[in-house]
Every structure is written in C-alpha cells, then in structure tokens.
C-alpha cells in the first residue's frame, strides 16, 4: 500500500524533510485548514518561516454532500469539475446559491482563523501550500486559485499522499508538486494515516499560535 503515516504531525515532520532534501523553500507556508494545519507547522518550523492559511469549502453534490463538484476560496476564487456537473446534471442555480453561501463561510473562517477583518494578502510572495492529501483536489485547486488572484510570485504545493489521477491533473498548475506517495491503491486520503481523527477549529487555529 506505500507508506502510511503515524498522524498528521509525523506527516508534516516527513514532508519538511523532502522540501529540505529538495532545497525547496518559500517566504511563507500557507496550510489549508482544518487538516493542514499541523503538517503545515511541521514545515514551517523546520524551514524557519511563517505560518497562515488559505480558506477553502468544497461544494457537494446535490443528494451527496461528500462527493466535491468544485470548491470555493474565501475572495470567491472558484474551481467546477465541469465532467462530474455535467454526468449528474447540475443546475446552474444550485451551482450559483452553493458558492454565494460556500464563499462567505470560507471568508468568515478566514477572518476567525486570522482573527482579523480583512483578507492576507500574499503578492508577490512564494507559497508553499500544505494540505494533509489530496484526494478528488477540488479544495486545493480553488485555494490556488485564490492565491493567484493575489498575484503571487509562485506556489509549490506539498502534500505527503494524494490520489495519482488527482495529482496527475494538477502539477503542471504549480511551480512544482511534492508529494510522498500517491498509491495506486488510493481511495481516501484517511487510509494512509494510523491515526486522522477530525481537527478541530480550536486545535486547528492553536498551530497558528
């Protein structure tokens, strides 16, 4: 099956290792919160740089919350899988209402996290974008749809597992792409961790101490 990690600080610890082995490094480490955030501390503490975070909420399918037609960044950055709308028919108006209401909760989580009313701004700087797996990729292609819009210098994505046809898809949109393992054997990014209880917001926002 590959490598499977003890819990999401030993992730972040293995994943700090490989940017390091790779002299990959950046002006601030951006994690996508809840999950990425103790990976997300991992490498930022190993590389000496800032931690924040870029807000993202995935838009289920209608009858299927948990399967992700697209997703939508905290300034409304948007990313539609066109193929999934297309096979279950979706509407443009569920599409429509979904963001408008999927927007403003990454917005507001973006404030709280950050305890502040105004969005970071991360122009001109190099991000290294941390999130706990990837899986269909919708949440992590909106959030770097988000940072593009902020006009930054580049982002390098780093994760320690995802799906290879996820991965596949997505590397020639970043500077460069880490990631340990993407096993041919992937269906949730959860199988690859001995321990992935959910994150908390309270736990979650104390890496960002």
């Not at 009313?117 to 899986?135: N, P, Y």
């Not at 593009?148 to 792409?177: K, Q, T, W």
């Amino acid at each position: 099956m590959g490598m499977t990690f003890t819990d999401r600080t030993d992730a972040g610890t293995q994943l700090a290792h490989a940017l390091k082995e790779r002299s990959i490094d950046g002006d601030v480490v951006c994690a996508i919160p809840r999950g990425g955030l103790p990976l997300g501390r991992q490498v930022a503490d190993s590389l000496n740089r800032p931690l924040d975070v870029v807000v993202a909420t995935k838009i289920g399918a209608p009858h299927n919350p948990e399967y992700a037609i697209g997703a939508v960044a905290s300034d409304g950055s948007l990313w539609l899988n066109d193929e999934a709308i297309e096979s279950l028919g979706v509407d443009d108006a569920y599409i429509d209402s979904k963001t408008e209401e999927l927007a403003g909760a990454a917005r507001e989580k973006a404030r709280r996290y950050r305890d502040t009313e105004t969005l970071r701004s991360f122009t001109d700087q190099s991000v290294i974008l941390v999130d706990d797996g990837i899986a269909t990729g919708a949440t992590v292609r909106a959030c770097l749809k988000r940072l593009v819009n902020d006009d930054v210098a580049r982002v390098v994505l780093a994760v320690p597992v995802g799906s290879p046809r996820s991965i596949a898809a997505i590397e020639a949109d970043f500077e460069a792409v880490v990631c340990l393992e993407t096993p041919e054997a992937f269906r949730a990014v959860g199988q690859f961790y001995d321990q992935f209880e959910q994150v908390s917001d309270e736990r979650a926002m104390s890496y960002l101490d």
